[in-house]
């Protein structure tokens, strides 16, 4: 629950800062791409869609994307994603085989840059 709940709230932030804040803006510049974080099982997840500088977001897992993060369960990825150690944590999970990647690895990145810009 913790896990879709954050994802959620981080739906609703990079949402209001597609908006409102002129570095995430300038960030999203006139990408297409859509960006699945889920769980292995295919219970939880949601797909973050950035178009030509508009954001939207849905929840399910069953999506059509560029990029799939896909995490071993919702309370490793809770933990990682909430990590004050962020990048850290992330390349130990990674290397425990907690997350993997599918897609388009450079998307993840660019994404995760945005997400820092609007954490600020």
Not at 1 to 25: D, E, G, H, P, W
Not at 59 to 74: F, N, P
Request: hydrophobic residues 45%; contains cysteine.
């Amino acid at each position: 629950m913790k896990f879709i709940l954050l994802l959620f709230v981080l739906a609703q932030k990079l949402k209001a800062a597609a908006k409102k804040n002129t570095a995430y803006r300038k960030h999203l510049g006139i990408l297409q791409i859509r960006i699945l974080i889920k769980t292995t099982d295919g219970k939880r997840g949601r797909l973050f869609i950035f178009d030509k500088g508009a954001f939207s977001s849905v929840s399910g897992t069953h999506h059509k994307c560029d990029v799939a993060l896909i995490w071993a369960d919702a309370e490793t990825a809770f933990k990682v994603m909430t990590s004050k150690t962020g990048d850290a944590d992330t390349f130990s999970a990674a290397a425990e085989g907690k997350v993997r990647v599918e897609g388009m690895v450079p998307y993840i990145q660019w994404f995760t840059d945005g997400v820092k810009l609007v954490m600020r």
